[in-house]
């Protein structure tokens, strides 16, 4: 007999933790509507050729793609990130044609990137992520910030700090990367190898090395800012104001360029200063991409977007106390006794119906052990079926507080179930 294990950076969703993951998406679903955005999901896989761009020279496109083809022709990827895969889809349904835009769509679900696994770093990995597509707009950037930000405080996260930087359009960029490549070049051969091929392909890469983030020739860099031109420079100005006007702190971050190829003007990580994240403390990140929709054939529209790692969602939640797995449980629950046949599911299916959850007791069990499932359920209210009181289309109600119960016809039931559970929630929010 063989056994397995899951594969390495991967985990199970056990029962136990499921329920904080639903939570987890149910409080970020509702956030995200209260913006104004809309749920979209595209396929897990998509053409290679959606992530692996032109001249992409990030590390997540070039090193960390799980790539394949079932018949030696057709290359597909297992999707790293959201991004790309909603730009498609905002092309390929002519999205742009709406009169109304930005077109604000979310999604949640699997990425992979075949990374080195450790804490709050996974294979394959849950992410939230928003784009606001169609529009180019100051505000547009700052209100998505603003909505991750509100997210995380939802959640109880207390001590984060937004990153923030510009880019620049492209003649900034292309200004940029020649400065940086004149400043590089003479040193290349102190570093590695990637970086040798990133001075070629985009020098910017080198900034984001972890191999050489420590050379000494990164300390004195140039700048992104002293590369913007005017109107880069009053974009950003003017993204900066309104983050002022939201009362978002944030500190500027010259250096952060994003390990991504497709950003331009406004790049921003939101990190955890405390808590246990460790190195992988982004919790969600983002910026303005310009050319991403025109690359895929759309009109030369931009758009603005974050993702953020779920799992680092929870584990910091966790830390500051925000209990995620406090799901809603089982309010009625219905018992019986004797030969009953189908009742106690007939009652349960109305009493759902009614809008409680309920769950009931389909085997022959004493009402002594019956009671005891009753407690450890917390219902509010248990609901019996005798045989002798159904002869007679009568059953029980049984409010699990007070130990009251009351005897009605079946015509009277879910007006007298109402009635105690009603009692039951003003009782509790007293
Ligand atoms: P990203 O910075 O690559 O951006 O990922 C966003 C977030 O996903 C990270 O801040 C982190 O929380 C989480 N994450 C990334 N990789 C891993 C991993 N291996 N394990 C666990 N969590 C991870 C993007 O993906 C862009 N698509 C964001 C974006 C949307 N930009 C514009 N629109």
Do not use: W
Request: one cysteine or more.
């Amino acid at each position: 007999m063989k056994s397995y294990q899951n594969p390495k950076g991967t985990y199970d969703v056990r029962p136990d933790m499921a329920a904080k993951y639903q939570q987890l998406e149910g409080i970020l679903e509702s956030i995200a509507h209260f913006y104004g955005y809309e749920e979209i999901r595209t396929p897990i896989f998509e053409d290679t050729g959606v992530f692996k761009r032109e001249n992409d020279s990030s590390d997540m496109v070039n090193k960390e793609m799980y790539t394949f083809s079932m018949n030696g022709k057709d290359s597909f990827t297992l999707r790293p990130e959201g991004t790309a895969g909603v730009v498609r889809s905002y092309v390929q349904n002519k999205y742009y044609a709406l009169a109304d835009q930005p077109v604000k769509m979310y999604y949640y679900g699997p990425m992979f990137r075949h990374e080195h696994p450790q804490k709050g770093r996974y294979r394959q990995f849950e992410q939230f992520g928003i784009e606001s597509i169609g529009a180019k707009s100051p505000m547009l950037d700052a209100e998505g910030i603003a909505l991750g930000y509100s997210m995380i405080k939802a959640l109880g996260l207390k001590n984060v700090r937004v990153r923030i930087n510009s880019l620049g359009d492209d003649e900034s960029r292309k200004n940029y990367r020649e400065k940086l490549a004149a400043y590089f070049r003479p040193h290349i051969h102190e570093l590695c190898t990637d970086c040798q091929r990133r001075l070629e392909q985009n020098p910017l890469r080198i900034l984001d090395c972890k191999v050489d983030a420590d050379h000494p020739v990164m300390k004195d860099v140039p700048l992104i800012s002293d590369s913007l031109n005017e109107p880069s420079k009053a974009y950003f100005k003017e993204v900066l104001d309104c983050l002022d006007a939201l009362e978002i702190p944030y500190v500027i971050d010259p250096k952060l360029v994003r390990g991504l190829d497709y950003y331009t003007d406004t790049v921003f990580e939101v990190e955890n200063i405390t808590g246990n994240a460790g190195a992988q403390a982004t919790v969600f990140a983002g910026g303005r991409y310009d050319g991403l929709v025109s690359y895929f054939g759309g009109p030369d529209v931009s758009g603005f977007g974050f993702a953020m790692g779920m799992e680092r969602l929870i584990m910091l939640a966790e830390d500051e106390g925000t209990k995620l797995d406090e799901m809603p449980k089982t309010e009625v629950y219905v018992m019986s006794l004797g030969n009953v046949g189908t009742k106690p599911l007939e009652i349960a299916t109305e009493c759902r119906a009614l809008g409680y959850i309920t769950d009931f007791n389909y085997a022959s069990r004493s009402l002594k052990s019956q009671f005891k499932t009753v407690e450890r359920s917390g219902a509010k209210v248990a609901v019996i079926i005798g045989e002798s009181e159904l002869a007679d289309n009568k059953i029980n109600i049984k409010n699990n507080r007070t130990k009251e119960q009351i005897t009605v016809s079946l015509d009277e039931f879910a007006d007298a179930l109402d009635r105690i559970m009603e009692e039951e929630n003003e009782e509790n929010s007293l």
